[in-house]
C-alpha cells in the first residue's frame, strides 16, 4: 500500500517538474527568437560590414563562402602548386604534395602526402583557410576535412587548354592574383597561337608518342588523351589516334613506321628505346628523329603547358622552331 | 650369405630410449618372426636394420661387413622391404612396380636388360601375378596389392627379405596365402626372411625363430614353440592364454573363455 | 593410356608443334597477309628458303614477323616447357598432384625483386639483360635459397616443412610487396603489369638467354626419370631401392627452381602451366616419367604459344596479360579433366 503511494508521488511530481521545466524552456525559446529577429533586423540596416569576401563556385558547382580572403592555401596536386607560384602567391601557399616537384622552392613548403593518400591529420594541423583539390582527390577526404570545419574547392578542368585558363582562373580568385592570371593566360594563348601558325605551313608528320615500352608494356598517347591531341595542334599525325586507353600494339607501330618519335624523356628511357626490340629498327630511332619532351610540362594542367606544347612541336617540326 | 650380426643396437626418440643394447645373430634358412606389443621396438628395429634411421658404425654386420659401409645400390641388391603400407597413388601397371625392383641392378646408360624382364617374369610367376601383370595397380584388392610389393622386393634377389606386418589388413584366406608364399620363398631361394607379425599363431605356424621383444630389448629369442609360452606371452603382453596342443607338436595359442 | 606406338605419337606431336608455331606466327595485330606470312617465315628454313623470294615485301612486314612475332611465340614456347616440366618435378618430388614451381616462393620472389628494381627506377641492361629481369630472378633464387634453409635440419629437408616455410615467406613477401606499392603509388601500375606476365617484349636475345638454362634443366629432369618414378612409391622404398633420395631431391628442386626462376624473371609471373600441364598429361599417358616428360614438353609449349596468340588478339590492340589467358584456359580445362576421368581417380 505504502509503494503504491509513494509511486504515485513520484509521477505526479515528476509531471508538475516537467511542466515547469516545459514553461521554461518555452520561455527561454521565445526571447531567443525575439533576440534573432533583433539581429536580422539590425543586420537589414548595415549591409556592407557583413557581406562575404568571395562567394566561390566551384568545379563540383559548390558554393564555397569565404568570410575573408584566404591567407592559407594547401595544393593537392602539382599543377595546383605550379600554377600558385607562377602566380606569385607561394606566400599563401602552406601545403603541397609529394609530388609537387616544380619549382625546386615547393620542397621547402610542408607536404601532405601523395596524390591518392592525403594525410588528413597534416592538413588540419596547418590550419588553411582553403584546400585546393583537384583530380585525384578523394571524395571522401572532401566530406572528412568538411566536418572537421575545413573549406575544400574542388578545382577541375577540362582536359584542353581553355580548361587550363579556366584553372588558372579560379586558383587566381582564391589567391587574389587576379591580374597576374590575366598575364599568365595570354602568354600562354600568344605560344600556343605561336605554335599553330609555324606549323600551319608544313606538311604534317606522323608521330608516335612513348610513355611505355618492353617489359612495362607498350603504352602511348592514344587519340582519346589530350596529349594524343596536343600532337595534333602541334602539326602531328597521331599514329595511335584511333586507339584509346592509353595502349597501343608494337605490331602496329612497326607497320606505321612514324616519322617522328617523342618520348617522355628521361636519360634510361631514351637509351632504353634505342636498343629496345622492335623499336629500334624504326626508321624514326634509326634517322634520330627521335626527341625527348618534359613529362610533367606535357601533362600537367597547369601554367607550364604551353611550353609543352612548345616541346612537342619543336620534336615534330625542328625545322620550323630553329631559334 | 645372409649372416645378420647385430651387436648393441640402440635408437633413442628424443630423451626416450625405444631399443636398448640389442644383440643377435641371424643365419640363412631362418624365417624368423619378430612380435612384442605395440611400442615395444619392433618397427625401429627393422627400420635401422633397412637403414631408414641413422646407425652407428660396428652395429649391424650383413657377411662380415659393417652394413653401414656398403653404398645405398648394393645394400639393395642383397636386403629387400616390404613395409607395412602400400600408399602408392599413381596407376603404374604390376609389371612396371615390380620393374622397379631391379633398380638397384639396372645401368643408367643401358636401361634394362633381358635378364631383368626374366627375372620380373619368373617373380610374378612365382607370386601368382602372371594374369595380373598389366593391370593398373589401383585396381587391385589388398591382397593382390601385398603381392605385388613382395614381388618387387623378390625382384631384387636379396639375401635378406625384411617385412612389416604384411597381413595385418588381409583377410584370412589372403593372409594364410602370404605366409605361406613367404615360407616357401625362404626354403626355396634360401634367403633370410625377417617379418614383424602381431598374429602369434602365424608365428608359430609358420617361422621357425622367434624374436620376442619388451620395452626395446629382447625378452626370449629361439624356436617359436619354445618362446610363445603361456608365461612370456603373460609377461610381455599381460595377458593371460592357453596354448593347445594338436597334431603332435603344433601349437596353438587360444583366448580363455573368462 | 598411351603406351603402343608411343615414338610414332611423339613425332606426329612434334610435328604438330611445328606447324602451330608457324600458323601462330601468321597471326597478330598488323595487317600481314597469311600468305605472306608464310613465305618470311619460309626465307628463313634451309632447304625451302631458296624457293623463295622475299624481296618485294615491306620492311615491316618482315620485321614483325620475325623479329616480334616469332621471337615471342618461341618464348612463349620455352616458357611453357620450363614451367610444365618444373611442374612434373615438383609434383613428383612433393608426391602431391597439386604442387606447382611457385610454392617454394620463387613467384613471390622474383615479384619481390622486380618491384624493388621498378620503385628504384633502375633500368639500364646489362649483357642484354634488363635489371628488371635480373632482379627478378636474383630475388626468385634468393627466395628458394632462404625457404629451404628454414626447412633444413641437419641435411635434411622434409617435406612438409619445405612446403610450410615456402607458404610463410610467400605471405611475407606479397604482404612487403604491398607496402612498397602503398609508399609508391605512381609504380604500381608497372609492378602490377610486370607480375602479371607477358611475353611481348621477346626478343632473340632473350630467347637465347633462356633457352640454355631451360634446355639443360629439361635435360637434367629427364636423364632421372627413372628415379622419379621410384621416388613416388615413397622416399623409404625408394632408399631401399638404392636411390638417394636425399641427394636426387636436392639436384632436382635445385634445377627446377633456376629453370623456373628464369623464366619467370624473363616472362612474369605466368599460373597454372606449372600446376594443370603436368596433371593433364598424367592423366593422359600416366605416371611414368620416361613417358610423361616429352609428352608435357610439347603440350606445355602448345599451350603456351595458344596461349599467347589469344592474349594478342583476343581484345585487338590491347595485349591481354599472358598469364590472365593460362588462368581463364586452364582451369575450365582442367575441370573437364578432372570430369572426364572422376571414374578412374576414385
Given at each position: 500500500?505504502?509503494?503504491?503511494?509513494?509511486?504515485?508521488?513520484?509521477?505526479?511530481?515528476?509531471?508538475?517538474?516537467?511542466?515547469?521545466?516545459?514553461?521554461?524552456?518555452?520561455?527561454?525559446?521565445?526571447?531567443?527568437?525575439?533576440?534573432?529577429?533583433?539581429?536580422?533586423?539590425?543586420?537589414?540596416?548595415?549591409?556592407?560590414?557583413?557581406?562575404?569576401?568571395?562567394?566561390?563556385?566551384?568545379?563540383?558547382?559548390?558554393?564555397?563562402?569565404?568570410?575573408?580572403?584566404?591567407?592559407?592555401?594547401?595544393?593537392?596536386?602539382?599543377?595546383?602548386?605550379?600554377?600558385?607560384?607562377?602566380?606569385?602567391?607561394?606566400?599563401?601557399?602552406?601545403?603541397?604534395?609529394?609530388?609537387?616537384?616544380?619549382?625546386?622552392?615547393?620542397?621547402?613548403?610542408?607536404?601532405?602526402?601523395?596524390?591518392?593518400?592525403?594525410?588528413?591529420?597534416?592538413?588540419?594541423?596547418?590550419?588553411?583557410?582553403?584546400?585546393?583539390?583537384?583530380?585525384?582527390?578523394?571524395?571522401?577526404?572532401?566530406?572528412?576535412?568538411?566536418?572537421?570545419?575545413?573549406?575544400?574547392?574542388?578545382?577541375?578542368?577540362?582536359?584542353?587548354?581553355?580548361?587550363?585558363?579556366?584553372?588558372?582562373?579560379?586558383?587566381?580568385?582564391?589567391?587574389?592574383?587576379?591580374?597576374?592570371?590575366?598575364?599568365?593566360?595570354?602568354?600562354?594563348?600568344?605560344?600556343?597561337?605561336?605554335?599553330?601558325?609555324?606549323?600551319?605551313?608544313?606538311?604534317?608528320?606522323?608521330?608516335?608518342?612513348?610513355?611505355?615500352?618492353?617489359?612495362?608494356?607498350?603504352?602511348?598517347?592514344?587519340?582519346?588523351?589530350?596529349?594524343?591531341?596536343?600532337?595534333?595542334?602541334?602539326?602531328?599525325?597521331?599514329?595511335?589516334?584511333?586507339?584509346?586507353?592509353?595502349?597501343?600494339?608494337?605490331?602496329?607501330?612497326?607497320?606505321?613506321?612514324?616519322?617522328?618519335?617523342?618520348?617522355?624523356?628521361?636519360?634510361?628511357?631514351?637509351?632504353?628505346?634505342?636498343?629496345?626490340?622492335?623499336?629500334?629498327?624504326?626508321?624514326?630511332?634509326?634517322?634520330?628523329?627521335?626527341?625527348?619532351?618534359?613529362?610533367?610540362?606535357?601533362?600537367?594542367?597547369?601554367?607550364?603547358?604551353?611550353?609543352?606544347?612548345?616541346?612537342?612541336?619543336?620534336?615534330?617540326?625542328?625545322?620550323?622552331?630553329?631559334? | 650369405m645372409g649372416q645378420i650380426s647385430i651387436n648393441n643396437l640402440n635408437h633413442s626418440y628424443?630423451?626416450t630410449q625405444v631399443l636398448k643394447n640389442i644383440s643377435i645373430d641371424f643365419k640363412d634358412d631362418k624365417f624368423i618372426t619378430v612380435v612384442g606389443p605395440n611400442g615395444s621396438g619392433k618397427t625401429t628395429f627393422v627400420k635401422k636394420l633397412l637403414r631408414n634411421y641413422s646407425l652407428n658404425k660396428k652395429t649391424i654386420y650383413l657377411d662380415q661387413k659393417d652394413i653401414v659401409t656398403y653404398s645405398s645400390k648394393n645394400y639393395a641388391t642383397k636386403v629387400a622391404a616390404v613395409p607395412q603400407n602400400t600408399d602408392i597413388r599413381y596407376?603404374f601397371t604390376v609389371k612396371e612396380i615390380v620393374l622397379m625392383g631391379r633398380t638397384p641392378y639396372v645401368d643408367?646408360?643401358?636401361?634394362e636388360t633381358s635378364n631383368d624382364y626374366a627375372i620380373v617374369n619368373r617373380v610374378l610367376e612365382e607370386t601368382d601375378l602372371l594374369p595380373l601383370k598389366d593391370r593398373s595397380f589401383l585396381t587391385l584388392s589388398g591382397g593382390e596389392k601385398q603381392r605385388v610389393i613382395i614381388a618387387r622386393a623378390l625382384a631384387q634377389e636379396p639375401e635378406v627379405l625384411i617385412l612389416d606386418e604384411p597381413i595385418n589388413h588381409l583377410d584370412i584366406s589372403h593372409k594364410v596365402k602370404i605366409m605361406k608364399l613367404i615360407k616357401r620363398l625362404s626354403v626355396e631361394k634360401e634367403i633370410v626372411v625377417i617379418t614383424i607379425l602381431h598374429d602369434l599363431n602365424f608365428s608359430l605356424k609358420y617361422s621357425n625363430q622367434c624374436i620376442l621383444l619388451k620395452d626395446g630389448e629382447i625378452y626370449n629369442n629361439g624356436h617359436p614353440n619354445d618362446v610363445l609360452t603361456k608365461k612370456n606371452i603373460s609377461d610381455v603382453y599381460n595377458v593371460?592364454v592357453e596354448i593347445l596342443e594338436y597334431n603332435n607338436q603344433e601349437k596353438l595359442i587360444v583366448l580363455?573363455?573368462? | 593410356?598411351?603406351?603402343?606406338?608411343?615414338?610414332?605419337?611423339?613425332?606426329?606431336?612434334?610435328?604438330?608443334?611445328?606447324?602451330?608455331?608457324?600458323?601462330?606466327?601468321?597471326?597478330?595485330?598488323?595487317?600481314?597477309?597469311?600468305?605472306?606470312?608464310?613465305?618470311?617465315?619460309?626465307?628463313?628454313?634451309?632447304?625451302?628458303?631458296?624457293?623463295?623470294?622475299?624481296?618485294?615485301?615491306?620492311?615491316?612486314?618482315?620485321?614483325?614477323?620475325?623479329?616480334?612475332?616469332?621471337?615471342?611465340?618461341?618464348?612463349?614456347?620455352?616458357?611453357?616447357?620450363?614451367?610444365?616440366?618444373?611442374?612434373?618435378?615438383?609434383?613428383?618430388?612433393?608426391k602431391?598432384?597439386?604442387?606447382?614451381?611457385?610454392?617454394?616462393?620463387?613467384?613471390?620472389?622474383?615479384?619481390?625483386?622486380?618491384?624493388?628494381?621498378?620503385?628504384?627506377?633502375?633500368?639500364?641492361?646489362?649483357?642484354?639483360?634488363?635489371?628488371?629481369?635480373?632482379?627478378?630472378?636474383?630475388?626468385?633464387?634468393?627466395?628458394?635459397?632462404?625457404?629451404?634453409?628454414?626447412?633444413?635440419?641437419?641435411?635434411?629437408?622434409?617435406?612438409?616443412?619445405?612446403?610450410?616455410?615456402?607458404?610463410?615467406?610467400?605471405?611475407?613477401?606479397?604482404?612487403?610487396?604491398?607496402?612498397?606499392?602503398?609508399?609508391?603509388?605512381?609504380?604500381?601500375?608497372?609492378?602490377?603489369?610486370?607480375?602479371?606476365?607477358?611475353?611481348?617484349?621477346?626478343?632473340?636475345?632473350?630467347?637465347?638467354?633462356?633457352?640454355?638454362?631451360?634446355?639443360?634443366?629439361?635435360?637434367?629432369?629427364?636423364?632421372?626419370?627413372k628415379e622419379?618414378n621410384v621416388i613416388l612409391m615413397g622416399e623409404e622404398t625408394a632408399q631401399n631401392l638404392g636411390i638417394d633420395v636425399e641427394?636426387?631431391?636436392?639436384?632436382?628442386?635445385?634445377?627446377?627452381?633456376?629453370?623456373?626462376?628464369?623464366?619467370?624473371?624473363?616472362?612474369?609471373?605466368?599460373?597454372?602451366?606449372?600446376?594443370?600441364?603436368?596433371?593433364?598429361?598424367?592423366?593422359?599417358?600416366?605416371?611414368?616419367?620416361?613417358?610423361?616428360?616429352?609428352?608435357?614438353?610439347?603440350?606445355?609449349?602448345?599451350?603456351?604459344?595458344?596461349?599467347?596468340?589469344?592474349?594478342?588478339?583476343?581484345?585487338?590492340?590491347?595485349?591481354?596479360?599472358?598469364?590472365?589467358?593460362?588462368?581463364?584456359?586452364?582451369?575450365?580445362?582442367?575441370?573437364?579433366?578432372?570430369?572426364?576421368?572422376?571414374?578412374?581417380?576414385?
Open positions: 500500500m505504502l509503494k503504491k503511494f509513494f509511486v504515485l508521488f513520484l509521477v505526479f511530481a515528476l509531471g508538475v517538474g516537467l511542466i515547469g521545466c516545459a514553461d521554461e524552456i518555452s520561455e527561454t525559446a521565445e526571447e531567443t527568437a525575439k533576440a534573432t529577429e533583433e539581429v536580422i533586423e539590425s543586420d537589414t540596416s548595415e549591409p556592407e560590414e557583413d557581406e562575404p569576401y568571395l562567394v566561390f563556385t566551384d568545379s563540383n558547382g559548390r558554393e564555397i563562402v569565404f568570410e575573408e580572403a584566404p591567407e592559407r592555401i594547401i595544393s593537392t596536386a602539382p599543377n595546383v602548386t605550379e600554377t600558385m607560384f607562377a602566380l606569385g602567391a607561394e606566400d599563401k601557399l602552406v601545403g603541397r604534395t609529394d609530388y609537387c616537384n616544380y619549382p625546386e622552392e615547393a620542397s621547402s613548403i610542408n607536404s601532405i602526402g601523395s596524390l591518392t593518400e592525403v594525410n588528413i591529420e597534416k592538413i588540419t594541423e596547418l590550419e588553411p583557410d582553403v584546400v585546393i583539390a583537384a583530380s585525384f582527390f578523394d571524395e571522401e577526404n572532401i566530406k572528412k576535412l568538411e566536418e572537421l570545419g575545413i573549406k575544400v574547392a574542388v578545382v577541375i578542368s577540362q582536359e584542353n587548354f581553355e580548361g587550363v585558363y579556366e584553372n588558372i582562373g579560379n586558383i587566381a580568385l582564391l589567391a587574389n592574383k587576379e591580374e597576374k592570371a590575366k598575364e599568365i593566360i595570354k602568354e600562354m594563348q600568344d605560344k600556343v597561337n605561336y605554335v599553330k601558325e609555324s606549323v600551319a605551313s608544313q606538311e604534317v608528320k606522323s608521330v608516335y608518342y612513348v610513355i611505355g615500352h618492353g617489359e612495362y608494356g607498350d603504352y602511348t598517347a592514344t587519340g582519346d588523351t589530350f596529349i594524343g591531341k596536343m600532337l595534333a595542334i602541334a602539326g602531328g599525325e597521331n599514329v595511335a589516334k584511333d586507339a584509346t586507353g592509353w595502349k597501343f600494339s608494337l605490331e602496329k607501330l612497326i607497320e606505321a613506321d612514324p616519322a617522328v618519335v617523342i618520348a617522355e624523356s628521361d636519360e634510361s628511357t631514351m637509351k632504353g628505346l634505342e636498343e629496345a626490340n622492335g623499336y629500334k629498327d624504326l626508321t624514326a630511332i634509326k634517322k634520330g628523329n627521335f626527341y625527348g619532351v618534359d613529362k610533367d610540362m606535357v601533362s600537367r594542367m597547369g601554367p607550364r603547358l604551353a611550353d609543352g606544347l612548345l616541346q612537342i612541336a619543336k620534336a615534330i617540326h625542328p625545322e620550323v622552331f630553329e631559334e | 628424443g630423451q596407376d643408367r646408360f643401358k636401361g593371460n580363455p573363455i573368462s | 593410356m598411351i603406351t603402343k606406338n608411343n615414338g610414332k605419337i611423339i613425332g606426329l606431336y612434334t610435328v604438330i608443334l611445328f606447324v602451330i608455331i608457324i600458323f601462330a606466327s601468321t597471326i597478330g595485330v598488323a595487317d600481314i597477309r597469311f600468305n605472306d606470312a608464310l613465305k618470311i617465315i619460309s626465307s628463313r628454313i634451309p632447304f625451302i628458303k631458296q624457293f623463295v623470294n622475299i624481296e618485294q615485301m615491306k620492311t615491316s612486314s618482315i620485321l614483325i614477323v620475325l623479329n616480334i612475332r616469332l621471337p615471342r611465340i618461341i618464348l612463349a614456347g620455352i616458357v611453357g616447357i620450363a614451367l610444365a616440366t618444373s611442374g612434373v618435378v615438383f609434383q613428383a618430388i612433393f602431391n598432384p597439386m604442387a606447382d614451381p611457385y610454392i617454394l616462393g620463387i613467384s613471390s620472389g622474383a615479384a619481390f625483386g622486380a618491384t624493388l628494381v621498378i620503385i628504384f627506377g633502375i633500368s639500364f641492361s646489362f649483357l642484354g639483360l634488363s635489371m628488371i629481369s635480373i632482379g627478378a630472378f636474383l630475388g626468385a633464387m634468393g627466395t628458394t635459397f632462404l625457404v629451404y634453409n628454414i626447412a633444413r635440419l641437419n641435411n635434411r629437408t622434409p617435406v612438409i616443412t619445405l612446403l610450410l616455410s615456402g607458404i610463410a615467406i610467400s605471405f611475407f613477401l606479397s604482404a612487403f610487396i604491398n607496402l612498397l606499392m602503398t609508399m609508391n603509388n605512381d609504380q604500381v601500375e608497372k609492378i602490377v603489369f610486370w607480375t602479371m606476365g607477358s611475353v611481348s617484349s621477346a626478343s632473340w636475345k632473350s630467347v637465347a638467354i633462356s633457352i640454355i638454362p631451360v634446355v639443360s634443366g629439361v635435360s637434367i629432369f629427364v636423364f632421372f626419370s622419379l641427394t636426387i631431391r636436392k639436384l632436382l628442386l635445385g634445377v627446377a627452381s633456376i629453370v623456373s626462376a628464369a623464366v619467370v624473371a624473363v616472362s612474369g609471373i605466368i599460373g597454372f602451366v606449372g600446376l594443370i600441364v603436368p596433371h593433364a598429361m598424367r592423366m593422359i599417358v600416366g605416371p611414368d616419367h620416361k613417358r610423361l616428360f616429352p609428352y608435357t614438353i610439347i603440350s606445355g609449349a602448345i599451350f603456351m604459344i595458344i596461349a599467347d596468340t589469344i592474349s594478342r588478339i583476343a581484345l585487338n590492340p590491347t595485349e591481354i596479360p599472358i598469364g590472365v589467358i593460362t588462368s581463364l584456359i586452364g582451369a575450365p580445362y582442367f575441370i573437364f579433366l578432372l570430369v572426364k576421368n572422376k571414374k578412374i581417380l576414385s
